[in-house]
């Protein structure tokens, strides 16, 4: 079974950075793609990275680049996300999703980060 | 950057009746090469993430109740509910999975009554 377990939220500061984690397991790590998608607190789904199986290929949005760096470690099944130069409009559950059939196939039950003074 | 739109925002009915719901896209998402259509449909339940439904406009993933029918090409697409359960109480979005950056439809927001 798939299975996704994000970590690594809270609260920050404006201007603040953070780190948010995603364990995998259930499946072959390093052959999937994955992503990081966010959930606005009016319930807007957002997606703010992806990263290519073997890490080598990275993407994002226009309104994360330059803040925002996803990354993985495959020995680990784990997936990261670095956030910085963090804005109140960042706040929102954060998901880790995989790839297949689609872009984001299967999804984690989020972190939940903040971003208040 | 692709805009995905739904229809409506939200809407209420009774267990057993169909149910109907547009997302239109600002693009096409046919892509020529393999003439398959790159959009998906999820379902979230409160409290739970994102499920994925339908993907390629109309297959249904494993395991998703053939109740749920995913339909259209190129920028207009449908999700119908033949029958509506009382477990189908959820908001269900729409994704641009043809180009980055992928985009989501707002949602349409499902209540029984």
């Known amino acids: 079974e798939v299975q996704l377990v994000e970590s690594g939220g809270g609260l920050v500061k404006p201007g603040g950075s953070l780190k948010l984690s995603c364990a995998a397991s259930?499946?072959?790590?390093?052959?999937?793609?994955m992503s990081w998608v966010r959930q606005s607190p009016e319930k807007r789904l957002e997606w703010v990275a992806e990263?290519?199986?073997?890490?080598?290929?990275?993407y994002y949005p226009d309104t994360v680049t330059g803040r925002f760096t996803i990354s993985r470690d495959n020995a680990k099944n784990t997936l990261y996300l670095e956030m910085s130069s963090l804005r109140s409009e960042d706040t929102a559950m954060y998901y880790c999703?995989?790839?297949?059939?689609?872009?984001?196939?299967?999804w984690g039950q989020g972190t939940l980060v903040t971003v208040s003074a | 950057d692709i805009v995905m739109t739904q229809s409506p925002s939200s809407l209420s009915v009774s267990a057993g009746e169909k149910v109907t719901m547009s997302c239109k896209s600002s693009?096409?998402?046919?892509?020529?090469?393999?003439?398959?259509?790159?959009l998906a449909w999820y379902q979230q339940k409160p409290g739970q993430p994102p499920k994925l439904l339908i993907y390629?406009?109309?297959t249904r993933e494993s395991g998703v109740p053939d109740r749920f029918t995913g339909s259209g090409s190129g920028t207009d697409f449908t999700l119908t509910i033949s029958s509506v359960q009382a477990e189908d109480l959820a908001v269900y979005y729409c994704?641009?999975?043809?180009?980055?950056?992928?985009?989501f439809g707002s949602g349409t927001k499902l209540e029984i009554k």
């Open positions: 990263i290519s199986s073997g890490g080598s290929y990275t």
């Open positions: 390629g406009a109309s």
């Open positions: 259930g499946f072959t790590f390093s052959s999937y793609a």
């Open positions: 994704q641009n999975d043809h180009s980055y950056p992928f985009t």
């Open positions: 999703a995989r790839g297949g059939v689609t872009t984001f196939a299967y």
């Open positions: 693009q096409s998402l046919l892509n020529s090469g393999n003439q398959k259509n790159y």
